[in-house]
């Protein structure tokens, strides 16, 4: 019965379902330009790179800024080494943030 079913299609829609698969494969080929930005980079680089943004750019200003505010506060209240331990804690977040803004100048990638 397998023979019968082999005899009943002929050769050539046999070779022009090959050319028409061998067509659809050539036109959906991947190509770089299709790739994100990041063509050489592995897929969670872009979202890192955001989120390293984020977190580098404002929301570590903002909590730089409300170190210093906050020891300050307690400097005025009366607690001097609590707003020693937490200015000391505002500079090294600071020195911090410098040394990663150096090391992303320095290296980019």
Same mark, same amino acid.
């Given at each position: 019965?397998?023979?019968?079913a082999?005899?009943q299609?002929?050769?050539?829609n046999?070779?022009w379902l090959? #050319?028409?698969?061998?067509?659809i494969?050539?036109?959906? +080929? $991947?190509?770089p %330009?299709w /790739?994100?930005?990041?063509a050489?980079?592995?897929?969670?680089d872009?979202?890192?790179?955001?989120?390293?943004?984020?977190?580098?750019g404002?929301?570590a200003?903002?909590?730089?800024?409300l170190?210093f505010a906050?020891? #300050?506060?307690?400097?005025?209240?009366?607690?001097?080494q +609590? $707003?020693?331990? %937490?200015? /000391?804690g505002?500079?090294?977040?600071?020195?911090?943030?410098?040394?990663?803004h150096?090391l992303?100048?320095?290296s980019p990638f």
């Open positions: 019965m397998t023979q019968a082999m005899k299609a002929p050769k050539s046999v070779r090959i #050319a028409a698969c061998a067509g494969l050539f036109a959906l +080929r $991947a190509e %330009l /790739a994100a930005q990041y050489g980079a592995l897929p969670w872009q979202t890192l790179g955001a989120i390293q943004d984020i977190l580098v404002p929301v200003h903002v909590v730089i800024t170190n906050f020891s #300050a506060i307690l400097y005025t209240v009366g607690s001097h +609590r $707003a020693g331990r %937490l200015l /000391a505002g500079l090294a977040a600071y020195a911090g943030l410098i040394a990663v150096l992303t100048y320095l």
